[in-house]
């Protein structure tokens, strides 16, 4: 499967290729699908994009719309470190880098576009309400869009975005021939913005790897006479370069600030071991972790190998986890 945007006559189309495992004779029943989704508009240099603005993301190449803007701090190591002369400077700077706001977007993934993306469909998740469970649940379809990642179009087609969620959340506004927020949305926005706020990015290169990580801090629990603080992380993996490169193992180090230290080993990521070529050069998905403390920190590695074998270590920013007062866990409008 590869997807791309392409622009044509003023307007762009989306074509998303997919061919099974199966023999060379055999590809030639299957044959590229073309569809022309709408006419591309600017990216804003300046400003933030409304509720209802359609898009192509830049890099997974997805169908979506905004529902909101999130404002966060983003930490990249890969600027602090180039802004300093020295390693020893360089190392420090790595340690204590100062975060920069930047423009994030809520965003519905259009279901059509799902089955040939490589982005996790569970990306939201929050706990039960229900006392004594450490139940997680998931809101499918929803993704974190960075400002820089939205190619923004219009299009007359009846219904854009093939989404459980488009109609519950967005109203048609023929006299501005856009997509509006109904009052369900800001009010779904109000209620569960604890565990879908977004407040930090933090970002390192290793060998042309991106690796750019947000965690969410979703609740607490009592389970068996003890406190649990639970977070969701988000990972994205970016081949910035020319060479592909397989990613092998994990490497996590996981702090808690009732003084533990552990250590999780393993293949792949999710069960899978992807490959990061010019053709699919990223990938994305979502996690969990839980402490016996209000507040802990992340880091770690991913080993990637090259093409001829060999290896190296791709690192993971280091990252904290913070708690914070609780305001309800449960969607509302929502059955769970």
């Known amino acids: 499967m590869a997807s791309a945007v392409r622009k044509t006559f003023g307007c762009f189309r989306l074509f998303i290729t997919s061919f099974p495992r199966t023999k060379p004779q055999q590809c030639r029943k299957y044959s590229a699908r073309l569809m022309e989704v709408g006419v591309l508009e600017s990216p804003r240099l300046q400003g933030k994009y409304d509720t209802g603005q359609l898009f192509l993301h830049k890099v997974f190449g997805y169908r979506g719309v905004v529902l909101f803007p999130w404002v966060g701090k983003v930490y990249d190591r890969d600027i602090a470190v180039k802004e300093e002369r020295s390693e020893e400077q360089a190392l420090a700077a790595s340690k204590e880098v100062k975060g920069c706001t930047h423009t994030y977007y809520q965003v519905l993934i259009d279901a059509r576009d799902i089955p040939h993306i490589r982005v996790g469909t569970e990306s939201v998740t929050f706990l039960s309400n229900q006392e004594n469970s450490g139940t997680l649940y998931s809101i499918p379809g929803l993704d974190y869009v960075s400002h820089e990642d939205v190619l923004p179009y219009k299009t007359t087609e009846g219904q854009p975005i093939h989404n459980h969620l488009f109609d519950k959340f967005l109203d048609h506004d023929t006299d501005l021939a ?116 209000p507040s802990g920190h992340m880091w770690g590695t991913f080993k990637m190998e090259r093409e001829d074998g060999t290896t190296f270590e791709c690192r993971i920013p280091p990252f904290s986890l913070e708690s914070r007062q609780e305001e309800g866990a449960t969607p509302h409008g929502f059955v769970v």
């Open 178 to 293: 856009t997509y509006v927020a109904r009052d369900t949305l800001r009010e779904w926005q109000d209620k569960n913005h604890p565990w879908l706020e977004l407040t930090d990015v933090h970002r390192e290169t290793t060998e042309n790897i991106r690796v750019t990580v947000m965690p969410f801090y979703i609740g607490s629990r009592e389970v068996q006479q003890a406190h649990v603080y639970w977070w969701r992380y988000c990972i994205r993996l970016e081949n910035l370069g020319d060479e592909a490169v397989q990613l092998r193992e994990r490497h996590w180090r996981i702090f808690s600030l009732s003084g533990t230290l552990e250590t999780v080993r393993g293949r792949g990521i999710i069960g899978k071991e992807p490959i990061f070529s010019k053709a699919q050069p990223a990938f994305q998905y979502t996690s969990h972790v839980s402490l016996q403390a």
